[in-house]
């Protein structure tokens, strides 16, 4: 690593302030910052002396995805032989899942990472950290079938209108991930829902057997079906819906794997335990009340059942608790994964054309995260200056 820093630092001046290669600065400082931590402190006014900044706090992020994202490899293997009643080994599902699954996130990444360059050079500002998190989110939202230029198509709209319109990271109030899952869905509905997206090779003609049918849980319920099964007709149990090998998109149908990232986030102190268990405590208060006056199948549903199901418990963990999008104040982290859990559900249950209702649900309370934040804080206040009277 000495060789590799003082090759960086002979290199360096070429890219400063009058180097003949200065208009790509950021685009070194990018690559610089992430093999050594930066030589660059604070100036002036207060600031926190602390090992942890942008990239590790963005590494662990990832590393909490990596059990789901492992998990959904193996799971798009698995419902791959499955369709072709082909009893395969678990390193043949893997090696399977792998190669789906992998050129999803170089694509991502490839793309989303030359986005944020471009507009880092024309601003001429730092290459934000940020996208190290969206660029593995952004495959882990979608169905394995997903063609890559949608996928290429979604992260550059993610980017830029979910981002940098805003003023880049940090100012966003969407999150970009479940932007880049929401421009697919409404731009391109049949690559994004139905049967055959969740199984790889299925919209691709491959022989199945007979009777074989790749519909999620979510879409039988959604048909007010009283008995969720496979795609061979066995039925699911409560271990299949929580271990997640059951279709749905690539990293969101395990909540086992996703519940051993939440505690990678919460153990390290990255990801707020407050917003995770309101959006669980939000969801299961819903459930209740929609198995309290059911009048269909769906609405007879467990409540917990729900918690499992879909892109729930992942979207509770990842992408409730985006620190840009999400609320600020304490008060207001309760509230907002609260609303999350709540509204979710009830989407998803009572609008059929959005069985998965918790992107919906995500997106529609980043855009009130600041109001919330707004209240509280105003709410605080109040009860200040009343406190300060009764004092005088």
């Known amino acids: 690593m000495s060789a590799l820093r003082r090759y960086i ?4 001046p070429n890219v400063e302030e009058g180097g003949k290669f200065h208009l790509f600065k950021s685009t070194f400082e ?15 006014g207060t600031h926190i002396r602390d ?17 789901a994202l492992l998990f959904g490899i193996w799971n798009t293997g698995y419902h791959h032989f499955l369709a072709l009643g082909i ?14 699954v992998f050129p999803i996130i170089v694509v991502s990444y490839v793309v989303g990472l030359g986005t944020e360059f471009v507009f880092a050079q024309i601003r001429g500002h730092e290459v934000a950290e940020g996208f190290l998190v969206s660029g593995m989110l952004i495959p882990l939202v979608m169905p394995v079938d997903v063609p890559l230029w949608m996928v290429a198509l979604a992260t550059v709209f993610a980017v830029i209108i979910g981002k940098e319109v805003f003023g880049g990271v940090g100012m966003n109030i969407l999150n970009p991930a479940l932007t880049a899952r929401a421009f697919l869905f409404f731009a391109y509905p049949s690559q994004m829902s139905g049967d055959a997206v969740w199984i790889g090779g299925l919209r691709r003609g491959m022989e199945t057997v007979d009777g074989f049918s790749g519909a999620t849980i979510l879409g039988q319920a959604a048909q007010n079906n009283s008995e969720f099964v496979n795609g061979i007709g066995e039925a699911y149990s409560s271990w299949n819906m929580f271990l997640g090998n059951i279709p749905g998109s690539i990293g969101e149908t395990s909540t086992l794997a996703i519940l051993l990232g939440a505690f990678i986030l919460i153990a390290t102190g990255v990801g707020s335990w407050k917003i995770i268990f309101s959006v669980f405590a939000g969801g299961a208060v819903m459930g209740l009340l929609l198995n309290t006056f059911a009048v ?22 990842f992408m409730a608790t985006d620190p840009v999008s999400a609320t600020q104040s304490e008060r207001g982290k309760w509230i907002y994964g609260f609303l999350i859990g709540f509204l979710a559900i009830l989407i998803r249950v009572l609008n059929p054309a959005y069985p998965e209702g918790v992107m919906l649900a995500i997106l529609l309370m980043n855009v009130f995260a600041p109001l919330i934040d707004h209240y509280v804080v105003e709410n605080n206040i109040r009860k200040r200056l009343k406190r300060a009277k009764v004092q005088a």
Not at 87 to 100: P, V
Request: net charge negative.
């Open 9 to 12: 630092d002979k290199i360096k």
């Open 296 to 317: 269909n199948e769906f609405m007879e549903v467990p409540f917990w059942e729900h918690l499992l199901l879909g892109g729930f418990a992942f979207g509770a963990v």
């Open 51 to 67: 090992a942890m900044d942008m990239k590790r706090t963005m590494f662990l992020v990832v590393i909490a995805m990596i059990p």
């Open 87 to 100: 009893d395969a080994s678990f390193w043949e599902m893997i090696w399977y899942g792998f190669i789906r």
């Open 30 to 44: 990018a690559f610089e910052t992430f093999l050594f931590v930066p030589n660059t402190v604070t100036k002036s």
